[in-house]
């Protein structure tokens, strides 16, 4: 458990925080550096303090046989709030007092490069019982321990990964690229502001029925000099964020205590193929096709247009899915449908031959939405994505809605 590098990072409720003050002083963690760098090492050392405080607590639930396993590389810590520097003065620092007990982790050398190490194993840290009774004194026990901590919102609000990988007929995802090779582009500094303005607005908003801990911009590949040009769909952070409710669960949510109301995008990767190609979309509705179940042509037109060429076999779980909601799958093969649509929406000729992938089609829809909710808090409205859809306050749905379109 990594936890100082963690996206759902946690930290003391604003109740709670003369504890940062009482350790800070039990530690003397002010006589640790020069006076003229006192005033920021004090601010830096209080929130690393704040974090490592946090999670040791609600990690081992105050438990001294809970072991936390740590990684002290430098590297982990490049997207995350704790200073490095800070966080190994103040650890070992809480081990001189008697607080904590660490076992340092094994590193060893590669069998093909002697130059290069390989980390086996991390650090791991156990508490003290003197902990324990400082807690206690500070009226946190395993009780309360829910109540007097908080989620923060992440350092940074953008990640990118490289492409996925096929081994063995078994599809791996890409891994996420560093946030300093992010950074070296220079549209990073301008998307992370307007996430970091957008988060905190959020984060003050009072919702009902659902839970926030920020939204994430995921770009969908890494090519150097372009990193923000695939993909980058807004996702909610959490395991159990308000986009893994079902639509049902999803208009019971309360923002500001006031009903909510979803905006759908009409076929939304379809309207954009058309637009890349200068066609228009039909005005109705272009899913409903005579003989087959929307829920098919909807299924058959997104492989389409996510593979850039028609969908001549169902992928397998697509077919069960279709199974599940009661569809003959042995009817509505991939071929017999691909007959039946192409008459009825012609614009998809055009599909063989042109490069528009879902990467290119996902990063146009995700400018789409980040764009209108961008400028709707703006005017002080709450907008809520689901990839190609908003949830907005009922009232403020018409003006929304405009706005989209």
Same mark, same amino acid.
């Given at each position: ?30 006589? /640790? ?23 040791? *607590?609600? =990690? ?9 396993? =740590? ?16 966080? #190994? ?5 809480? *081990?001189?007092? %008697? ?5 340092? +982790? ?11 190490? *390989? ?28 109540? *007097? ?15 996925? !990988?096929?081994?063995?007929? !078994? ?27 957008? %988060? ?8 009902? %029925? ?14 150097? $000099? ?5 993909? $980058? ?11 893994? /409710? ?16 979803? #905006? ?24 409903? =096709? ?12 997104? =492989? ?18 279709? #199974?599940?909601? +009661? ?23 055009? /599909? ?31 907008? /809520? ?21």
């Amino acid at each position: 458990q990594y936890f100082h590098y963690k996206i759902d990072q946690l930290i003391l409720n604003k109740e709670y925080k003369h504890i940062v003050n009482d350790f800070f002083t039990l530690l003397e963690l002010g006589s /640790l550096n020069k006076r003229k760098l006192q005033s920021r090492f004090k601010q830096d050392c209080e929130k690393t303090l704040d974090y490592l405080l946090s999670n040791l *607590i609600q =990690i081992t639930k105050l438990n001294i046989h809970q072991t936390v396993f =740590i990684s002290f590389r430098p590297s982990t810590f490049s997207d995350s709030h704790c200073n490095y520097r800070q966080f #190994i003065k103040i650890v070992n620092s809480m *081990i001189a007092h %008697n607080l904590l007990e660490r076992e340092k +982790g094994r590193k060893k050398t590669s069998y093909f490069d002697k130059k290069l190490w *390989i980390y086996e194993t991390a650090s791991t840290l156990r508490l003290n019982k003197k902990f324990l009774s400082l807690c206690e004194k500070l009226n946190i026990n395993y009780s309360n321990i829910e109540n *007097i901590l908080e989620k923060s919102l992440p350092k940074y609000f953008i990640k990118c990964r490289k492409p996925s !990988k096929l081994i063995r007929g !078994k599809k791996y995802k890409g891994e996420l690229v560093s946030v300093n090779t992010l950074k070296s582009n220079s549209l990073f500094k301008e998307i992370n502001l307007k996430l970091n303005e957008l %988060n905190s607005f959020l984060n003050n908003t009072s919702f009902t %029925n659902m839970k926030f801990n920020g939204l994430v911009r995921m770009y969908a590949s890494h090519i150097k $000099g372009a990193e923000f040009s695939f993909g $980058g769909r807004l996702q909610a952070l959490g395991n159990e964020n308000y986009q893994s /409710l079902s639509k049902i669960e999803r208009s019971k949510i309360l923002i500001n205590n006031n009903p909510v109301k979803e #905006i759908d995008i009409k076929a939304c990767h379809l309207s954009i193929f058309c637009g890349c190609i200068n066609s228009k979309l039909p005005s109705n509705d272009p899913y409903n =096709i005579k003989g087959v179940h929307k829920d098919i042509v909807k299924a058959w037109v997104n =492989i389409s247009l996510t593979n850039s060429n028609y969908c001549k076999r169902w992928p397998t779980k697509t077919r069960k899915k279709l #199974i599940k909601l +009661g569809h003959n799958m042995k009817k509505f093969t991939a071929t017999k449908v691909l007959e039946i649509i192409l008459p009825q929406i012609p614009v998809l000729k055009l /599909l063989e031959g042109k490069e528009i992938s879902w990467k290119v089609l996902q990063y146009s829809e995700s400018e789409l939405i980040f764009r209108t909710i961008y400028q709707l808090f703006k005017r002080n409205i709450v907008a /809520l994505p689901v990839h190609d859809s908003l949830i907005v306050e009922l009232s403020n749905y018409d003006e929304s809605k405009k706005l989209l379109s």
